[in-house]
T-cell receptor
Framework: NAGVTQTPKFQVLKTGQSMTLQCAQD?????MYWYRQDPGMGLRLIYY???????DKGEVPNGYNVSRLNKREFSLRLESAAPSQTSVYFC???????????FGPGTRLTVL | GQQLNQSPQSMFIQEGEDVSMNCTSS?????WLWYKQEPGEGPVLLIA?????ELTSNGRLTAQFGITRKDSFLNISASIPSDVGIYFC??????????FGKGTTLSVSS
């Protein structure tokens, strides 16, 4: 069992370019989450999906869109990347019952 | 939005020492979680707490859910070099997403 996988591991973009970060889980969890982690800021929630077919904004959604493709997959899209979006992005899944969350290894994104 | 105040921000200790860190808030939480993050990795869940006053251990780690439900504590006994990392607390209120503290960075010298 891979748990939570994220692709790519690293990415460098130029300002204005677009890209999609992929997340997949084999834990059969209903809930999935996207966070960004910046130095000194901890983990901040971008978007989450409580179940297949639903998505909701988190604390910092501006500049991002998400798609819950099916129960396993939850993608994060940057339509027009900005330097302020340079960060480490983590996907997580949760049981939705007690809300313990399990994290992927992260995608390190640099926007020049 | 809601905030969790995690302290200390960083710790530099000798191998074998005990470590204590805490997380406080002005709000009440129903669940407290403690995570550890190593360089280049995602956070890994260490301990989950669900009831006020609950004390739970995981090896050399012990965490407590504060009686007031506004705080939580993590202790590490007899630290070893592999304890190095960033420790995050996270709290959950009914109907909301998890809120994370900003982390305590632990350095252990042998």
């Amino acid at each position: 069992n891979a748990g939570v996988t994220q692709t790519p591991k690293f990415q460098v973009l130029k300002t204005g370019q677009s890209m999609t970060l992929q997340c997949a889980q084999d834990m059969n969890h209903n809930s999935m989450y996207w966070y960004r982690q910046d130095p000194g800021m901890g983990l901040r929630l971008i978007y989450y999906s409580a179940s297949e077919g639903t998505t909701d904004k988190g604390e910092v959604p501006n500049g991002y869109n998400v798609s819950r493709l099916n129960k396993r997959e939850f993608s994060l899209r940057l339509e027009s990347a900005a330097p302020s979006q340079t960060s480490v992005y983590f996907c997580a899944t949760g049981t939705g019952v007690r809300n313990e969350q399990f994290f992927g290894p992260g995608t390190r994104l640099t926007v020049l | 939005g809601q905030q969790l105040n995690q302290s200390p921000q960083s710790m530099f200790i000798q191998e074998g020492e005990d470590v204590s860190m805490n997380c406080t808030s002005s709000s009440i939480f129903n669940t407290w979680l403690w995570y550890k993050q190593e360089p280049g990795e995602g956070p890994v869940l260490l301990i989950a707490l669900y009831k006020a006053g609950e004390l739970t251990s995981n090896g050399r780690l012990t965490a407590q859910f504060g009686i007031t439900r506004k705080d939580s504590f993590l202790n590490i006994s007899a630290s070893i070099p592999s304890d190095v990392g960033i420790y995050f607390c996270a709290g959950l209120q009914a109907g909301t997403a998890l809120i994370f503290g900003k982390g305590t960075t632990l350095s252990v010298s042998s």
